[in-house]
Structure formats: structure tokens, C-alpha cells
């Protein structure tokens, strides 16, 4: 793996932001210190040409100006929590309700995709580093973080670590919005999916999950085979209706690294398989990719040009019973791996 460093330009304040491409073989990934973003993926497609199959924008005010995570980290708490006063180990949090007001979601107002990362570069591969304060979104504790980017062998791993002064939140994540036939090919309706799951966390209209736990068996959300995103993604089924498509928390049985996902695109062959040691994933069909700036090289993003896996703790954790909770206690470490493994056939 080579690892390389340019200027990407500058925050709104003037803070320069720097792109590092990772380099391995035929495969390429650019990620950006400004929210640890990933920006570009290049994988070789069946002809071999080199593909760019990771929605992005190509200035940081574009990044600024768009308000769907594209290719950022998520923290501290990924996904949404319904309620914005709760206790962690008895430390009192009043969270930010920054999802239209309905509940708090990735973080909050200014979470870790709108951080500056410092960067450095180790035998791992690309370190990304950030504290995140005692308090910051309502979060008790000094949170040091950091994410290691690295690619080998066609397959770029994310490995998350982090330590708190006090019992907090924890449940970092990416969102990287994939398009295996080119980020700029518009809809992703003719790609397959294939979802490793029998469980799903049932949500309310708002997108929160209530806590109940459904089997996927004769439901449009059963993607335990193959098949493409369109062939049920306007079903009238009312967890599909209220989210638009797919935005639905899958928990993936086992513990330890394990398959949780896999994407194909038959026009390119590019084939994306997931694996991860968390305990579930969130399959987002981009149902509201709207109204979002010029893409790379000028492409129109639109509902549904991308999807994204978030490899996570279950949504709202902390207020559901059933669900393994994404608590930190002080001292202790959280340590994650998900693993993006990319070939074409």
C-alpha cells in the first residue's frame, strides 16, 4: 500500500483540508481529514478499467453544503436515539435534536463528520485522529478517537478505537454511498443485494427503532438471496412506504468478523462484499439523495444513485432493552473493524 497527500482546499474558515490516496495495485481510495471522508474508491471494473464507485464532491464547500453524510464518519453515536434526555452510567446527557426535530441523529449538530482529523500515516496505514470533549453534543466524557484506513489486496478495512474519561456513548460508523456501476451512473434499482440477516429492528415513521424485533421471512426486507434494490423497494409495505425504500437495521447473527452484506452491478461486474465484528448494519437506499450539489465532475446525484451500509449498534440501543447497547465505560476500549472487499466477475 502507498500512501500519498494533497492540498483538497479549505474549510469556510480557511482550515486546509488534505486528501491522502491510498494505493494498492489496481485500487485506489482517497479520504479526506475534513469528517474522515471517503471520497473517491477507483476499483477495476470486468474490462479493467478503472471505476470511481463512491458518491463525493470535488471541493470542500460541497462537503459543507450537503447535509447527508456523503462518505463521512458517524459519531459519537451513529444513527438515531428518540430521546433526547438519558442516563449513562449515571451521567445525565440532554442531546441535540437535530433530525427535524423528531430525535438526534448521527451525532448531532456538529458531529464527526464535520470534524477536522489529524492525520498520520503508520505502519497500519492512514491513522485519523480527533478528541471529541467532555459534554460536546450533550455526550459525557473526553472521547479520544481514532480510525485506521487501510487497503490491501483489494479490500479497504476501517478499524475504530476509542477511550472515554466517563461512561459514554459509543458507535462509530461510515457512510459511504456506493454505486458499483460508476458514481455518477444514476439509479442503483438494476444492482443486486444480498443482506446475511433473519432479523430486522422494526421503526416507527420517523425512522427510530421501537425496540421490537421482526423475523424478515415474506417481507420485502428479506435480501437473504440476491436480488435487485427496485424489485421491492416500492413495495406497499409500511416499514418500505414510511422510509421511501430500504433504511432498515439488519442485526447479523455471530460475533467476530463474519460476511454481513454483498452488492453486485452486472454492467460493470463489480461485485462489494461487507464483513464486520458489530453486531448489525444499516442498508440506506439513498431515499432522500435530493437538492445535493454538483457531484464529481459535474454528476447529479439524485434519489436512490447510491446505498449505503453502515455497520453499527442497533439505532435507539440505549432505549431498547433488546438490543446490544453501544455504552463505553470509562477506561475500557471499543475497538471495531469492517472490512469492504472489492472484485469483479
Not at 20 to 45: F, K, M
Not at 122 to 149: A, I
Not at 299 to 311: C, K, L, Q, V
Request: hydrophobic letters at 35%.
Amino acid at each position: 500500500m502507498n500512501i500519498t497527500c494533497e492540498r483538497f482546499g479549505a474549510t469556510g474558515e480557511g482550515t486546509p483540508v488534505e486528501r491522502y490516496w491510498l494505493t494498492d495495485g489496481a485500487c485506489a481510495v482517497a479520504v479526506l481529514t475534513l469528517g474522515g471522508i471517503i471520497q473517491s474508491v477507483r476499483v477495476p471494473n470486468r474490462e479493467g478499467a478503472a471505476t470511481d464507485i463512491a458518491l463525493g464532491f470535488d471541493s470542500v464547500q460541497a462537503y459543507e453544503a450537503q447535509t447527508c453524510y456523503i462518505g463521512a464518519l458517524l459519531g459519537r453515536c451513529a444513527n438515531r436515539i428518540a430521546k433526547k434526555a438519558l442516563s449513562v452510567g449515571g451521567n445525565m446527557c440532554s442531546l441535540a435534536w437535530n433530525d427535524n426535530g423528531v430525535c438526534h441523529l448521527h451525532g448531532g449538530v456538529s458531529g464527526f463528520d464535520r470534524k477536522l482529523w489529524h492525520a498520520d500515516i503508520s505502519e497500519e496505514g492512514l491513522v485519523l485522529r480527533c478528541t471529541s470533549p467532555d459534554g460536546e453534543e450533550g455526550y459525557p466524557g473526553e472521547l479520544q478517537v481514532s480510525v485506521t484506513y487501510h487497503l490491501a489486496d483489494s479490500a479497504l478495512s476501517l478499524t475504530y478505537r476509542a477511550e472515554s474519561t466517563k461512561d459514554t456513548l459509543c458507535n462509530l460508523s461510515n457512510h459511504a454511498y456506493f454505486n458499483l456501476s460508476g458514481h455518477n451512473a444514476g439509479s442503483i434499482g438494476k444492482q443486486q443485494i444480498q443482506v446475511f440477516a433473519d432479523r430486522y429492528a422494526v421503526k416507527d415513521s420517523h425512522s427510530v427503532p421501537t425496540g421490537e424485533i421482526q423475523c424478515v421471512k415474506n417481507t420485502p426486507l428479506d435480501l437473504r438471496e440476491p436480488q435487485r434494490f427496485a424489485e421491492h423497494w416500492d413495495d406497499p409495505f409500511e416499514q418500505i412506504k414510511s422510509a421511501r425504500g430500504y433504511d432498515h437495521h439488519y442485526f447479523i447473527d455471530g460475533t467476530g468478523m463474519r460476511p454481513f452484506a454483498r452488492a453486485y452491478a452486472k454492467d460493470t461486474g463489480i461485485l462489494l462484499e461487507v464483513q464486520s465484528d458489530l453486531p448489525g448494519m444499516q442498508l440506506y437506499s439513498g431515499n432522500y439523495l435530493e437538492q445535493l450539489p454538483a457531484g464529481k465532475d459535474g454528476a447529479d446525484y439524485g434519489m436512490r444513485s447510491g446505498f449505503a451500509i453502515e455497520t453499527q449498534y442497533a439505532p435507539n440501543a440505549v432505549h431498547c432493552p433488546a438490543f446490544a447497547a453501544p455504552v463505553l465505560r470509562a477506561g475500557e476500549r471499543y475497538e471495531h473493524t469492517t472490512v469492504y472487499r472489492f472484485s469483479n466477475r
